[in-house]
């Protein structure tokens, strides 16, 4: 599990506690991966990103569980970073469960989400910086063979659905296995609340990942 907050420190991954602990109860093994965020020593580019990579191969280790790749699942900013894994990091994982990720990072910017969020986390624009841009966007990359299931709901503020459109769209043109689930009546923070309408429609897309 990667929480959200547009990768700023104002926000770990105790909001995400009673996702975690649903899951687990479930009978999943959950890991609620921390990452150095911005505003923290060593946050943003790029060692946000160097945290996620050494979780992701380092922590399932140290804790013994078995060798299956794992799924990520990641909420707004842990989507992207989902997202992102999926496709640069060094080792595979099983799928992708995307709750309404940042995965347009130089539209992110464009529209200015939450302040400055996006160039907080690489150090500027897509103009500034088009290398860290190349690098850490999922609309920018070739997708693995992964597959990837993305939720977001239709009346999200925080983060607009068109960001996922835009990224499922083009991946798909690409070649990868992307499914876009889209809910109407459905805003930003349902998707990462147990008690929710929406929550089934996490459980199962997890599920559909061990098919």
Known sequence: MLHGG???????????GPLAAELAASGYPVI?????RTGQPGGGWPGTFADIVS?????????SLDSTPPILLGHSAGGQLALWYSMAGPA?????VALAPVADLAEAYRLDLDGGAVAALLGGGPR???????????SGRTPRGTRSVIIH???DRQVPVELSRRYASVARAAGADVTLVELPDVEHFS?????????PVVTSALQSLHR
């Not at 595979?92 to 992708?96: A, E, M, N, S, Y």
């Open 6 to 16: 547009f990768w700023r420190s104002e926000w770990d991954r105790s909001h995400t």
């Open 55 to 63: 979780g992701i191969t380092t922590v399932p280790r140290l804790l």
């Open 92 to 96: 595979p994982v099983l799928g992708v």
């Open 153 to 155: 709901g239709v009346i």
């Open 191 to 199: 998707l990462i609340d147990p008690q929710s309408g929406a929550w």
């Open 128 to 138: 500034e910086v088009p290398d860290r841009y190349a690098e850490a966007d999922p």
């Open 32 to 36: 609620q991966l921390e990452y150095r």
